[in-house]
């Protein structure tokens, strides 16, 4: 098994971690050349393991289509399983981009570290890309509202 930095993982196995079998971590660092090459994450606490002791946990990035005709409640669902899907992307992708290892042993966030101009120039990174993201969208929604009125969709915008 082939495992990357920001896997979700569940724990199958393992001796002295502090963890349980059937918890649930991000692997959050490798190191080939140890008998135990995979450090996991489970709530900020690590411990290492082999290919055996772990199985990778497929988690869907997107949410499906809804359908028209939600209600408040349907909404705050949706609300919700998309704010979990952001949480799954922190523990996945966002393990290999923002975490790190201190010196103290323990699982760290990046930006805990960083100093408040380090902190201000990765968010004033973050809002460029949001504004790119916002235009590409938009060209994209202009383009999709382009083509429904050429097909006679009356009131695309």
Same mark, same amino acid.
């Given at each position: 098994m082939k495992?990357? +930095? %920001? !896997?979700? @993982?569940?724990?199958?196995?393992?001796a002295d971690t502090g963890h349980r079998v059937g918890d649930q971590g991000t692997v959050a660092g490798i *190191?080939?050349?140890w008998m135990c090459p995979y450090r996991v994450s489970v709530d900020g606490n690590s411990g290492f393991y082999s290919d055996g002791e772990? =199985?990778?946990?497929? +988690?869907?990035?997107?949410?499906?289509? @809804?359908?028209?005709?939600m209600t408040p409640d349907d909404l705050a669902d949706y609300v919700?399983?998309? @704010? *979990?899907? &952001?949480?799954?992307? @922190?523990l996945g992708v966002g393990a290999d981009?923002? &975490?790190?290892?201190? &010196?103290?042993?323990?699982?760290?966030?990046?930006f805990e570290a960083m100093?408040?101009?380090?902190?201000?120039?990765?968010?004033? =990174? =973050?809002?460029? !890309?949001?504004?790119?993201?916002?235009?590409m969208l938009d060209i994209r929604l202009a383009r999709i509202s382009e083509a429904l009125n *050429?097909?006679? +969709? %009356? *009131?695309?915008a």
């Open positions: 495992l990357k +930095v %920001g !896997d979700r @993982v569940r724990i199958l196995g393992g *190191n080939p050349d772990l =199985e990778v946990i497929h +988690v869907p990035a997107l949410l499906p289509v @809804v359908p028209e005709g919700q399983a998309f @704010v *979990n899907a &952001a949480k799954d992307r @922190v981009q923002y &975490a790190s290892y201190g &010196a103290d042993g323990r699982d760290r966030q990046l100093t408040p101009g380090q902190l201000i120039t990765m968010a004033r =990174e =973050e809002a460029q !890309d949001l504004a790119v993201y916002a235009a *050429n097909k006679g +969709v %009356g *009131n695309a």
